[in-house]
């Protein structure tokens, strides 16, 4: 059933990366993925609207989004009424920074940020600012070595800078990436298992703990309750479903543990801003996309 489109970008396997600075009017590229990191920058696209996954979001005046490999993605027009928006791409592979080199110390923050890549981040306007300027830079040097510097410059400050994740990791199909061996024992139990009832009793006996401390204990390490971890698990299931397959809506909320497609409805646009059937029609749709 899904209509994305696998991109083959134009990266070549003897360079770093592939850099494209470009002014339009319009967003006109499908939803699609590819096998590459991308960092986009877009400037002068309020109005205009980010998908990642399974989030669907309005911009500002500026965007900057870090994508990871095989996560669909595109920019659309949306509601943008300016004429002209400035758009920065860069394709990276994955394999740009090696795994030994990602895991040494001063390589810490910059590893986290591209494992949280895998659902999609995107930044604060402060941190677009600061990146921006670098960005600017790196698009009018001629050494390409000096663009590499340049190029990790940006992803350095933009690992410090706050950055939030933006597609569900059950969507995107991320790995699990807690620093805690209890949390990662309960997300993949619930990962394996979302789709029947789950007792907070059960949960906090596999982590070892009692039910109050375990929730209190959840909630700092993920930043969200038992329940609400839960439910965008579901979601996230759901939306993979809408667009992978050819289920009914009411088929796929029974399928990825809800009872009721009122409470299913209601959760998935509260969680993604639309309804399952709008969602489903922004991978389907035939409108230009950007």
Not at 104 to 115: L, V
């Amino acid at each position: 059933m899904s209509k994305v489109i696998t991109e083959i970008t134009p990266l070549n396997e003897k360079d770093c990366f592939y850099l494209v600075d470009r002014h339009k009017t319009t967003f006109v590229y499908p939803i699609h993925r590819h096998s590459e990191y991308e960092l986009n920058f877009v400037s002068n696209c309020r109005g205009a609207r980010r998908i990642v996954g399974d989030s669907i979001e309005d911009l500002g005046d500026f965007d900057m989004a870090i994508i990871g490999p095989g996560l669909e993605h595109c920019w659309e027009h949306a509601q943008c009424d300016q004429s002209d928006k400035r758009e920065i791409t860069i394709q990276f592979s994955p394999t740009l920074l090696s795994n030994e080199l990602l895991l040494k110390n001063q390589m810490h923050s910059i590893n986290k940020m591209f494992k949280a890549a895998e659902k999609g981040v995107a930044f604060d306007y402060e941190a677009i600012m600061k990146a921006y300027s670098i960005l600017d830079e790196l698009v009018r040097i001629p050494n390409d070595f000096i663009r590499l510097l340049r190029l990790l410059e940006i992803f350095y400050h933009l690992s410090l800078a706050p950055y939030r994740t933006l597609a569900s990791h059950t969507f995107a199909n991320a790995t699990v990436t807690s620093d805690s061996r209890r949390v990662n024992k309960v997300e993949e139990m619930i990962k394996e298992n979302f789709r029947r009832t789950l007792t907070l009793e059960e949960l906090s006996s596999l982590a070892g703990m009692t039910p109050t401390a375990f929730s209190r204990f959840f909630k700092q390490r993920t930043g969200r309750t038992l329940s609400e971890y839960i439910i965008d698990i579901r979601l996230g299931y759901a939306a993979r479903q809408l667009v992978d397959t050819t289920m009914t809506i009411a088929e796929i909320c029974y399928d990825c543990g809800f009872n009721n497609i009122s409470n299913f409805n209601r959760a998935f646009k509260a969680h993604k801003g639309c309804s399952p059937k709008v969602f489903r029609e922004h991978y389907l749709k035939k409108k230009v996309l950007v």
